[in-house]
């Protein structure tokens, strides 16, 4: 999917067909994010008036790279994640045998069906902090992108949280759930906290230059 172009990928995102669906939406989100992020940072490295903050901005630019391309990945991988449980379901259960080697085929695919969102969600918010030194010390001609950058990136922690906490509620391995549902909880707070804290940092800058 990752090799579509832009139109390609949105005509199949609206089709009738399943995938790609939310979670391949949100892994793009957050490539996206880190994207715009590394080109703020590309943005900034080699003028005169950040030179400051030169290295900090050269630090920046291959992880939020690697992000990227892991996240690309992730589109696909998303719409894939799920065909372990969809297999499962169209195995035989005539016998108690079938019926029971069925449900632990379907709960395995349901781990698995929770494994990559929540990845892509871990992936997405580790864009936060380099979008904050974006805001923070990056170009002040692109710090909208870095605002873009920042708003992409809590939007695909959310987005992909959403997949996980729809699959734990058929997951039956309740130390599982529980330790994944906290998991989840954790990383959705400390993406929205930190989300308002950059957008507020970009408030009180804009007031300065006024």
Known sequence: MKNMTIEQFAMQTASNEPVPGGGSISALAGALAAALTEMVAG??????????AEEEMKAAVEPMHNICQ???????????????????LGLPKETEEEKAARTEAMQNGLKAA?????????????????????VAKGNKTAVTDALVATMMARTAVLG???????????????????????????????????EQKILAMAEVSQSVVK
């Open 70 to 88: 892991q996240l690309l990945v992730d589109i696909e991988r998303d719409s894939q994640s799920f065909d372990l449980y969809m297999q499962a």
């Open 160 to 194: 992909a949280l959403f997949n996980v906490k729809i699959n734990l509620l058929s997951i039956k391995d309740q130390e599982f759930v529980q330790a994944t549902s906290k998991e989840v909880e954790a990383l959705e707070k400390k993406a929205i906290e930190h």
């Open 43 to 52: 943005l900034t490295i080699g003028k005169k008036k950040y030179v400051e």
């Open 114 to 134: 929770v494994a990559v969102p929540l990845s892509v969600a871990k992936a997405s918010y580790e864009v936060l902090p380099y979008a904050e030194l974006m």
